[in-house]
């Protein structure tokens, strides 16, 4: 995509979802640059603004420490900027409205764009090469994610794709067989009625709710049923494809087969659902959990059908860094192939880099985890997410709110339809009038 970035997008219009409106501040002058080169004894410090995605903070710190021991003439210092992507957009947003700014930002999926559209990010193609962190080694469907006016704006950090979790033995005792349903339709027919008859006071499956990204989740079953928020940048919710995925999903609440929840693992870990979707992300955690026999599998889409949207986090250099030569460094050494393998076999995110997934470390990981292998393998079958959810400022709260509206009843084609209107609005004001 081609933008002329020339000056803030106007947002007045979607106030309210301010969670989601990364990039949408004033931008800071001059002087609001984060740190100004190196101290009288030669030493820079750059400031990593992180939410420590899949409970990373200790593992970032000794990713820092072993930096700075191989850069004695670098000191990165680590701030708490949220405990989600959005609260770290949030904080960021304001810094660029006169605060202190950080050199380096954890930027998520739907965060990034309006950053880099508004100049509040660095292009980082010259600073990594210089760097000497080959990009031609990332995740090609990864990192090209973050691709705008022929530059890249972040590298691929904490990156995830939702992924189908179910309890073995619960599974084998509805007479199921270990695997995952391979279509939704097979869900609905034969797993999940299965699993009600065999556990009558247990969710066959919950799902995280609007505000912790149903979003997310649904965009690969609107997806593998024809359907899409969108089409390049025109809204296609209220599609007939679209609509109809929408009207799965409301009768999976109204048959008890899906439950909404705020945090999906706790209820799967403690039996109260059979079955989750989750980010790879929550694998590490589930599994060290041990209370419940995991098993993973692809989400379910129709063969041949691309029905698992990527996701997860990148990090940035801020535009107005005046380390940006510093930071680069720090940003080719966290994500290079030893880090990936450690960050990705720490938390369950995907390994970044081609080469991670090839090390001898990582090959007998697969062998010991399974599970972990299936999240690596799904990550062939993704495919890049709408722009009505990643590129709209506020567009994936947005689209979740509606998806809570029709899990409560609400009539599906005129949601579909309503939300359609507005983030088309958006896209004709704030974004199309920027397209070259």
């Known amino acids: 995509m081609n933008i002329r970035r020339t000056g803030v997008i106007g947002l007045t219009a979607i106030a309210l979802g301010l969670a989601g409106c990364a990039g949408t501040g004033t931008a800071p002058s001059d002087n609001g640059g984060a740190n100004s080169g190196a101290d009288e004894n030669g030493v820079t410090t750059i400031e990593f603004w992180s939410n420590h995605p899949g409970s990373s903070k200790a593992l970032e710190e000794e990713m820092i420490a072993a930096f700075e021991a191989e850069n004695p003439d670098i000191k990165v210092k680590l701030t708490d900027a949220g405990k989600n992507y959005e609260e770290v957009a949030q904080k960021f947003n304001a810094a660029l409205s006169g605060g202190q700014v950080p050199d380096l930002v954890v930027a998520s999926d739907v965060t990034w764009f309006n950053f880099a559209l508004n100049d509040q990010l660095a292009p980082l193609d010259d600073l990594l090469e210089e760097a000497g962190a080959e990009p031609s080694d990332y995740v090609p469907n990864l990192y090209d994610e973050y691709v705008l ?121 403690s039996g109260q659902g059979v079955a989750m979707l989750e980010s790879t992300g929550s694998l590490g955690g589930v599994t060290e959990d041990g209370k419940v026999n995991v098993g993973t599998a692809f989400l379910p889409s129709p063969e041949g059908v691309l029905g698992t949207p990527t996701g997860g986090a990148g990090v940035g250099i801020s535009a107005k860094s005046e380390n940006k030569e510093a930071a680069a460094k720090f940003l080719a050494f966290l994500t290079n192939t030893d880090n990936t393998v450690m960050f990705s076999q720490s938390t369950g995110y995907m390994p970044v880099r081609t080469s991670a997934k090839e090390t001898p470390e990582a090959q007998a990981y697969f062998e010991e985890n399974p599970n972990f292998k299936t999240a690596v393998d799904q990550l062939e079958f993704t495919q890049k997410q709408d722009a009505g959810r990643v590129y709209v400022a506020g567009g994936g709260m947005r689209i979740g709110a509606a998806l809570d509206k029709i899990a409560q009843g609400a009539d599906v084609a005129e949601t579909f339809k309503q939300i359609d209107e507005e983030q088309q609005a958006i896209i004709d004001s704030d974004i199309k009038p920027k397209l070259n």
């Open 149 to 269: 006016d022929g530059q890249h704006f972040a590298v691929p950090y904490a990156r995830s794709t939702p992924l189908f979790y179910y309890n073995k033995d619960m599974w084998q005792a509805a007479g199921l067989p270990d695997r995952g349903p391979k279509t939704w339709e097979e869900w609905n027919d034969d797993f999940a009625p299965k699993l009600a008859e065999a556990h009558p006071n247990v969710t066959p499956l919950v799902i995280p709710d609007g505000s912790v990204y149903m979003d997310w989740y649904f965009q690969g079953m609107i997806w593998s049923m024809g359907g899409a928020y969108s089409k390049d940048l025109t809204m296609t919710m209220s599609s007939p494809e679209s609509v109809k995925a929408g009207e799965f999903l409301q009768s999976q609440f109204d048959q008890g087969y899906f439950k909404a929840v705020k945090e999906a693992t706790a209820p799967f870990v």
